[in-house]
């Protein structure tokens, strides 16, 4: 039976897209004007309501889904308090004005004096993901509302009453009205959006809804920053732990049914573990699902004909798949490890080494997030440094990555810039260089003298030249040549 797709009027939309932004846009301006502090007052308020309220915000996020409250509760609505309280205590000093002093200054800017301010980008919209409807978009406003902007979000698939919750205890926190605002979770509210003009994009999605966005924002140089596809690989190093490993990947087999961007995919294991884990994981029980997804029956299939096999889950008569899905003996080369799957499956690929598992994880062009385990702290530490990937975590698995310090980003495919942490919290900002001249000595205003070449040349021989004694050499030229000039005027 076909989907009934509802219509959607666009003119009507884009007309009510262009309304909300009008209205944020005014009141961002007065928004820009409120000392940090009393914006972040807001936020504590905020945190409140959201600990106080915490099982209804849960309702909220799971109206689309079938998901475990305690998860949620764990997974969305405890480290976006963190991340409020985060901001409370960081962020006006992260956002305040930095003064450049005398050190670094160059000599020929002496009198000169510099500051570094952080201004607000202006109205950023929120591009939502269907998977945590409440923590990733929710964060990522909070963070744009901290730093004197006006943020809209455009829901994923079933996020809007999550989206709304989040405003609605924004609003009882005091935030002014027009600040905050929720667009219809239709692709066309953010492509109106973007059409009516924003001054920053965040989104996060698939690679092929961001290259879609990065496509229209080209149009007008919108600036974005864009969270991606992954396609996370784990390192089972030769001195695992076993037992925490097998834990940690059922765990990230179970955690939102697999629809997680940092998941695990790709497991490199040493030769002299893979038969033991693949023997833990086929004993292993989990609560099956049927799923329809064509590019992952097409991938499994593609890799049962090149020699991989299943340890568990299985494609019925009907084409439907049973997952989890953990397949062995897979390839490197394969299409299943090289695509954006977003279903809980697993692939074993055995390794020799680190150099071979790095290589091998570096011909997937997705590099969110990876996860190392092994008893030798400074062996982890190395390899994880040699990783591509955006966040790396050693001996445990994505939780850690809800520090709300810690930035969130991709490479290659899995998109660029961060969320999250100091530098989302800056990337919400723009830099202003404030530059002030003390005195009335500005030679450099008047018209050039002959020899003032001569005075350059020896000033970056002074300054740069090789050897104490030619730049000794060089200042007495300096002086020659600055006591001719004097005589010649």
Not at 58 to 87: G, H, K, Y
Not at 199 to 207: F, P, R, Y
Not at 320 to 333: C, M, T, Y
Not at 384 to 397: E, S
Request: hydrophobic share 45%.
């Amino acid at each position: 039976m076909n989907a009934v797709v509802p219509f959607v009027d666009t003119n009507a939309q884009a007309e009510r897209v262009q309304r909300t932004i009008d209205s944020a846009r005014v009141a961002q301006r007065q928004w820009a004007k409120v000392p940090i502090t009393q914006r972040l007052r807001i936020v504590r308020k905020a945190r409140v309501i959201l600990a106080e309220e915490a099982m209804s915000v849960v309702q909220s996020a799971n109206m689309s889904r079938d998901r475990p409250v305690a998860e949620t509760l764990t997974a969305e609505v405890l480290p976006l308090i963190d991340a409020c309280r985060f901001l409370e205590r960081e962020g006006a000093r992260i956002l305040h004005p930095r003064r450049l002093g005398s050190r670094g200054r160059p000599l020929w800017l002496a009198g000169v004096r510099s500051e570094i301010q952080r201004e607000p980008r202006g109205l950023i919209l929120i591009i939502g993901p269907g998977n945590y409807p409440l923590f990733l978009p929710a964060v990522q406003a909070l963070q744009a509302l901290a730093a004197g902007n006006a943020a809209i979000i455009k829901p994923g698939d079933g996020g809007s009453a999550a989206a709304k919750a989040f405003v609605e205890i924004f609003s009882r926190a005091g935030l002014p009205p027009g600040l905050l605002a929720v667009l219809a979770e239709d692709a066309t509210a953010a492509q109106s959006a973007i059409a009516a003009g924003v001054d920053k994009v965040i989104l996060t999605g698939s690679a092929k809804t961001g290259e879609a966005v990065l496509e229209l924002c080209a149009k007008s140089l919108t600036p974005a920053t864009v969270e991606l596809s992954g396609c996370d690989a784990l390192f089972v190093r030769a001195d695992a732990d076993l037992d925490i490993v097998v834990r940690a990947l059922r765990f990230g087999l179970r955690l939102n049914d697999g629809a997680t961007c940092i998941a695990p995919r790709r497991v490199f294991v040493h030769h002299s573990l893979a038969s033991n884990l693949e023997a833990q994981l086929q004993a292993s029980t989990f609560e099956n699902a049927r799923i329809v997804y064509p590019l992952l029956l097409r991938c499994v299939t593609d890799a049962l004909v090149a020699g991989a096999d299943f340890i568990a889950g299985s494609i019925q008569a009907d084409g439907q798949l049973s997952v989890p899905l953990i397949l062995r003996g897979v390839k490197s080369s394969m299409r299943l490890v090289r695509e954006d799957i977003f279903a809980p499956v697993l692939s074993i690929i055995e390794v020799a080494d680190d150099d071979e598992a790095l290589a091998f994880a570096a011909q997937c062009p997705y590099a969110l997030g990876a996860t190392i385990f092994s008893r030798d702290a400074g062996a982890a530490q190395a390899l994880a440094v040699k990783v591509r990937a955006g966040v790396v975590v050693i001996n445990d698995l994505i939780v850690p990555t809800a520090d709300p310090r810690i930035p969130f980003g991709g490479r290659g495919r899995s998109g660029f810039g961060s969320t999250r942490g100091a530098e989302g919290l800056v990337e919400m900002t723009v830099p202003k260089a404030i530059s002030v001249r003390s005195g009335n000595l500005h030679p450099h205003l008047d018209e050039p003298q002959s020899g003032d070449a001569k005075i350059f040349a020896a000033y970056l021989r002074a300054a740069h030249g090789h050897g104490w004694r030619n730049r000794f050499a060089a200042v007495i030229q300096i002086f020659r040549s600055i006591r001719g000039r004097n005589r010649r005027e």
